[in-house]
């Protein structure tokens, strides 16, 4: 299984950026997907989930700015972020896992993309 992460870069506050996180694993379509993301001194954390049926959830810290999606044509789960904020500065991860809690333990991982967020 390999997760290529894509999109990150440079943005002012209030400007918005979409992640892109394409996958290789067959049946892709029965995967959960996950974005996370790490600041520096911080733990990583969930940003947000999407399940093989397409619920999703969300970090509170992101709810009403985030969306997650899946295009399971194309093997490829997305993050829109909207109104980004500083805070929001993170190295961000895509994961997947074979079913079980979406909020748990991810077993695979992609190389993390760089958000920055400018004041």
């Known amino acids: 299984v390999q997760l290529q992460a894509s999109g990150g870069g440079l943005v002012q506050a209030g400007g918005s950026l979409r992640l892109s996180c394409a996958a290789s694993m067959r049946a892709f379509r029965i995967y959960y997907m996950g974005w996370f993301r790490q600041a520096p001194g911080k733990q990583r954390e969930l940003v947000a989930a999407i399940t093989s049926g397409g619920s999703t959830n969300y970090a509170d810290s992101v709810k009403g700015r985030f969306t997650i999606s899946r295009d399971n044509a194309k093997n490829t789960v997305y993050l829109q972020m909207n109104s980004l904020k500083p805070e929001d500065t993170a190295v961000y991860y895509c994961?997947?896992?074979?079913?079980?809690?979406?909020?748990?333990?991810?077993?695979?991982w992609g190389q993390g993309t760089l958000v920055t967020v400018s004041s």
């Open positions: 994961a997947a896992k074979r079913g079980g809690n979406p909020l748990g333990a991810y077993e695979y």
